[in-house]
């Protein structure tokens, strides 16, 4: 297997494994037959001392793989030698930080504005405002594609000045949603995507009155799109993000609150409501 190959397939299985950790945490009984397929699918013809290696690293941490971001591990911290970063760019082998351990890639050249983090830092946000704003609230969503769907949070994104490139940004979230579907039960759906560089982490939620096939179980439809943009340096605050939204969001009143919200000020002052107590 090339290392390039090599690299792109722990990257997904690294969102296979938080996805599972993701969908453990959002649903009372969560079915996880298809992640762990796929997570054997994937780990099948990894190297053995690829394999054992990160099965001990992912006893201590769900990020095993980390980006290299302005020259530090993201994992611990540690600044990683310019040399070793060449050889990482041309992905001539597999590269652990030497202090961690992890296994370290180049993150894709998405950038997030510096505006986003401006928005945040005039006034010190508490709750679900440090992470999202009136104008991220998309409804209604229109379309009947993933793509159409996604299309439309990636392009709110941009003109609301979080992401330089709302195209990029949705080529990506697709490529992730390829992976495995970000969907759950009741309805809802987590479409993300990591590794951006800069900014804050952001989230736009977007509603979709009919619902659509976003590859949910069975065939149910989805209706409530949290969107989220990743940097790499925020990846703790979205674990507690999204546990806090499914603490919310799991009860089926408050799912029908955000679906019969009239207008995006009315979508926001239910999630501000809703998310008082469960994110802080
Ligand atoms: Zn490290």
Redesign the pocket.
Known sequence: MSNRKLINQLIQLQELIVARIQKKASMANPSLDALDANIKLLSTDLPMRVKSHLNDLLKKNPEAM?PIVDGH?T????EVKSSLINEIHHAKELHR?L????YLYIPSEIVAREHASRVYGEKRQVGIARFSTEPLMVTPLTGTTPEDVLGQLCSRMQSQGFVEDGSQLLDLALQREAIISTAVDSGMAFPHVRGVEGGGLSMALGIHKKGIHFGGPGRTLTRIFFFMVIPTATSAFYMKLISGLSQTFRQKDVREALLAAESEEELWKIVVRETRTTIQ
């Open positions: 980390v591990c994992g611990c911290g540690m930080c202090n961690c351990t992890r």
